[in-house]
């Protein structure tokens, strides 16, 4: 009897933008397969049963494999999470994060994981990093669209449950993997063809999502790109899965070979192993296009079906079924068979066909693409439309799953680049640690900024305030941004036709639309949007990453315990002022002093809050938990922009062309003119003369003027000044300085206390302390001693004396 | 009044001298010439070749008081004893009752009292140190660290 055991996963929020959003909570319910063993190693019948990514793999490459090991009183101990971002290369990682006695109480084991499937802002982690990308899934209870995907039971869902075997030779039986197939099937859909058409689409996605080659720093979004294909049986239709529609092909009888163009996954694998989409091998009697498909592509020489007896294969819906084929392996074809593959003890998996009704076959299509959206967008996958698209985050093929505001799934999406101002679109990739208590309310605790960081105070937290304004913002590297002031002083240079010129900028200088360069001492977060950066009117050609007008940043350089011997600390009175000062060196700040009787013996913590569009910076210094300083800084640095001032130009070549007509209309009528003589090479124009001359001095001018005219130059045009830029240069880390004044080179700390005593401000009875004491003055009463010995008791407490 | 001299060897600034002193032996002042201050009496005995060493002394009754004390012989051949109060022993089981305002101390130390009697070099330091465990500030090459502006 299978056991069901609740696991609840929780999105995390990374601490970079972890104001911003939050991830779904789900729910995954993982089932004992009835072998479980309580003292050992459970991996096999776990990994089998609660892969959640099954066949198709997961997004980014990663899918997850959680080992449930329990501990000595058959609870849970660990879970452990694979991923294979290159395939093969399973890194475990969950071992040191969800490990945590302090659950071990429990039923559930809980962990976090990190945002959601895609990683923005600059790259897919290459394998062994311990940043991953994962998604989970946001179904939860009513949201789903058929209304049954309860709360516990969403979270299986549909991942593994379509994964079939084949597990009975002599009836061709497939049954599906896991104790919970059935239930979760029944759970999920009406129809179980249905159910597995959408299952197939969805991991024959996944697979074609992985299949694309491996850019690094791009995302592949999923890929709807299955085809429904032909009409498989005599009044109902079965449609294979397949990559292109092809209205050629044959009815899929038991044994009858398949023509035209059929492609199926398949996955031959051990039984217990969980699959990754790069198990999943294309099989196809035609695959001509190798341009998309050749990680996984297999040739097929021949594809039959495989049914019950000589009935269609259809006939008989109890049955599960699958096509067989003969592959083509390097050039030679190689049959698979289900004796070989058991041998091996290998398991042939074949992603599902589905039925849709013939007649209705084109609407059908559409709405069960639209219904594959819609699953997309509860999982929370982002997606395309096509096979052979792939982009990024608000880039218009691409789709993005909408939250509501407990960060639950919706089933909607948003296509383009609203895409892009989706909190989801923002999510990082940190992955957290941090443990929190259940909240069945799902109140995200705040991330640590620090060892030390108790999360009060020092967090920043995000306002939703959007900045307003008209600007636009992109981040560039240096050789884009060198590109884009190349195309602004060339656009115009050396063209005396200021037709266009006027057109473009209407006597206004292009420059000055650049209101500011500003360099940065780290990566500018950008979206991954690409925009062409627009002077103005005028196209540069040139592509950037937008820039949120939002963007404020939060970094921090961790904690110092504030002692210790690598400090130089003594562990008494020299560790504090004035023979100990503390120091904070924060780069593209400056120093600054710390007290070291508030800082001795706990941590310093260095935490930088940043407004990326003002450069404005905020530099928090921590004791503990609680703020000691706040800074304020600017951490960019405007760099100097110089370009040429185009608009002068324009203006000056305009009015030396006014005055050139008028002297042409003037000298011709009376043969007194008037000329101007302003313009000056090089530089800017200086203003127009007016002056009387004779008509040869005209037809001097005119010649003149001409000749300027040719070789007037644009003035030099400094938009901005150079701010000093010496920040940049200095060290990047925080440093905590701790400066000690030295000791006379023979002084001894204990005979220095026992000769002269160390200093102390304490009110006690004589008798609680001992050795040498000084006291600056002492109750005597009750003492029946003269006047003059208390007088002299008084004065020897004062000298010091050994008690 | 009967002097009971001693040899100390205890730090004069020592509150409790029992553990410090060695009887020489007891004698009996002989007949003041002059009035004895409590504080600072000088007093004679017969000669004692013992007491010429002795250093401390305690005289009884009716001073009851415990002595710093240096001894000398008269021409007379009487020992001539100058004694000076050591009231901290004499009163100590007392004193060490009373409740004081104690500024230094051989075993304990407070941080944070500045201590200006530390022979320190304020002609050199030293400085240790220590970086933090990560920089945000750090681009990867070719990193977009350039903030374009436009006006759009």
New interface residues.
């Given amino acids: 009897m299978a056991t069901k055991i609740n696991q609840t996963i929780y999105g995390t929020v990374p601490s970079t933008q972890y104001s911003k959003a939050v991830c779904p909570k789900t729910i995954l319910n993982l089932y004992n397969d009835g072998n479980f063993d309580p003292s050992g190693d459970c991996k096999n019948g776990f990994e089998k049963s609660i892969s959640p990514w099954g066949i198709g793999g997961g997004m980014c490459g990663d899918w997850f494999t959680i080992n449930a090991q329990r501990s000595a009183n058959g609870r849970f101990a660990r879970l452990r999470m694979d991923t294979t971002e290159n395939f093969n290369k399973p890194v475990s990682f969950w071992n040191k994060s969800i490990v945590s006695s302090s659950y071990d109480n429990k039923n559930s084991t809980r962990f976090r994981v990190a945002g959601n499937c895609y990683k923005l802002n600059n790259n897919i982690v290459s394998n062994g990093s311990t940043e991953y990308q994962l998604t989970l899934f946001g179904i939860n209870g009513s949201n789903s669209p058929y209304g049954k995907l309860e709360y516990n039971n969403a979270c299986v869902y549909p991942f593994n449950i379509f994964i079939t075997r084949n597990e009975n030779a002599a009836n061709n039986k497939l049954t599906p993997l896991g104790e919970y197939t059935v239930s979760q099937i029944d759970n999920f859909g009406d129809d179980w063809f249905e159910d597995s058409f959408e299952m197939a689409a969805f991991e024959w996605n996944l697979a074609m999502y992985r299949s694309a080659s491996n850019v690094p720093n791009q995302f592949y979004p999923i890929t709807i790109s299955t085809a429904i294909t032909k009409s498989l049986k005599m009044g109902e239709m079965y449609k294979a899965l397949a990559l292109e529609d092809n209205t050629n092909r044959d009815t899929f009888y038991d044994n009858a070979i398949i023509s035209g163009f059929n492609t199926c996954g398949v996955c031959a694998y051990p039984h217990y192993v969980s699959v990754s989409n790069d198990d999943i091998k294309l099989v196809s009697n035609k695959f001509t296009d190798t341009t998309h498909y050749n990680y996984t592509k297999y040739g097929a020489g021949k594809m039959y079906g495989v049914g019950n007896g000589n009935k269609h294969i259809f006939d008989d819906v109890s049955y599960h079924y699958e096509i067989r084929f003969f592959v083509e392996l390097n050039g030679n074809y190689v049959e698979i068979n289900e004796n070989e593959i058991i041998l091996s003890s290998q398991r042939l998996y074949i992603l599902p066909y589905y039925k849709i009704d013939d007649t209705t076959y084109s609407s059908k299509w559409e709405s069960i693409k639209a219904i594959i959206r819609h699953e997309l967008a509860y999982i929370g996958f982002p997606f395309v439309m096509n096979a052979n698209q792939w982009g990024f985050i608000g880039d218009s093929n691409v789709s993005v799953p909408i939250f509501d505001a407990h960060m639950i799934t919706t089933g909607n999406y948003v296509t383009g680049a609203a895409a892009s101002q989706l909190p989801n679109a923002q999510w990082g990739d940190i992955f957290s640690d941090t443990m929190p208590e259940y909240d069945p309310d799902y109140n995200p605790p705040k991330p640590s900024s620090g060892e030390s960081d108790g999360g009060f105070l020092n967090n920043s937290t995000y306002r939703g305030v959007k900045l307003a304004g008209s600007n636009e913002f992109y981040a560039m590297d240096v050789s884009e941004l060198r590109t884009l002031m190349t195309f602004i002083n060339g656009m115009y240079q050396g063209n005396t036709d200021d037709t266009q010129l006027k057109i473009d900028f209407k006597g206004s200088n292009p420059n000055d639309y650049i209101v500011g360069v500003f360099a940065y001492p780290f990566n500018i977060p950008n979206t991954p949007h690409l925009s062409n950066v627009y002077i103005g009117p005028v196209e540069t050609n040139v592509n950037a990453n937008v820039v949120d007008k939002d963007t404020f940043g939060f970094s921090t350089f961790g904690s110092i315990l504030v002692d210790g011997d690598a400090l130089g600390f003594h562990g008494d009175f020299r560790d504090y002022e004035p023979y100990t000062q503390l120091e904070l060196y924060l780069p593209m700040v400056g120093t600054a002093k710390l007290d070291p009787s508030y800082y001795v013996g706990h941590y310093v913590t260095v935490n930088y809050i940043y407004d990326i569009n003002t450069g404005s910076l905020s530099a928090q210094i921590l004791r503990d938990d609680t703020i000691d300083k706040i800074i304020e800084s600017t951490i960019s640095v405007q760099i100097p922009v110089t370009a040429r001032d185009m608009g002068s130009y324009q203006n000056n070549l305009y009015q030396m062309k006014m005055n050139l007509l008028n002297t042409a209309v003037h000298g011709a009528a009376s043969g007194i003119t008037q000329t101007a003589t302003a313009a000056t090479k090089g530089t800017d124009i200086n203003g127009v003369t007016n002056a009387a001359v004779s008509g040869f001095e005209y037809g001097q001018q005119f010649g003149k003027t001409i000749y300027d005219m040719k070789h007037m130059q644009p003035a030099i045009a400094q938009t901005s000044t150079a701010s000093p830029a010496n920040g940049m240069q200095f060290y990047n880390n925080c440093v905590l300085f701790v400066k000690h004044l030295k000791m006379l080179d023979d002084f001894d700390p204990e005979k220095y206390g026992k000769t002269v005593g160390y200093a102390c401000l304490m009110n006690k009875q004589l008798s609680d302390v001992s050795g040498f004491t000084v006291c600056a003055n002492a109750d005597l009463s009750g003492i029946p001693a003269t006047a003059d010995e208390i007088n002299a008791i008084q004065a020897a407490l004062q000298s010091g004396i050994y008690l | 009044m009967v002097i009971t001299f001693y040899t100390s060897t205890a730090?004069p600034?020592?509150?409790?001298k029992a553990n410090f002193l060695t009887q020489i032996g007891t004698a009996k002042t002989l007949n003041p010439t002059r009035a004895l201050a409590?504080?600072t009496p000088v007093v004679s005995v017969e000669y004692n070749a013992n007491f010429v060493r002795a250093n401390y002394c305690y005289i009884g009754a009716p001073f009851n008081s415990y002595y710093f004390c240096k001894c000398a012989v008269d021409v007379a051949g009487k020992i001539i004893v100058e004694c000076q109060?050591d009231?901290?022993y004499?009163?100590y089981d007392?004193?060490?009752?009373?409740?004081?305002?104690?500024?230094?101390?051989?075993?304990?130390?407070?941080?944070?009292?500045?201590?200006?009697?530390?022979?320190?070099?304020?002609a050199?330091?030293?400085?240790?140190?220590?970086?933090?465990?990560?920089?945000?500030?750090?681009?990867?090459e070719?990193?977009?660290?350039?903030?374009?502006?436009?006006?759009?």
């Fill in positions: 730090n600034k020592q509150a409790n409590l504080l109060a009231p901290v004499t009163w007392y004193l060490i009752n009373c409740p004081a305002t104690i500024i230094r101390n051989e075993n304990v130390g407070i941080n944070y009292v500045v201590d200006n009697q530390l022979p320190i070099d304020n050199r330091f030293y400085i240790r140190g220590e970086e933090f465990q990560q920089t945000p500030l750090e681009p990867s070719n990193a977009k660290q350039y903030l374009l502006i436009l006006n759009g």
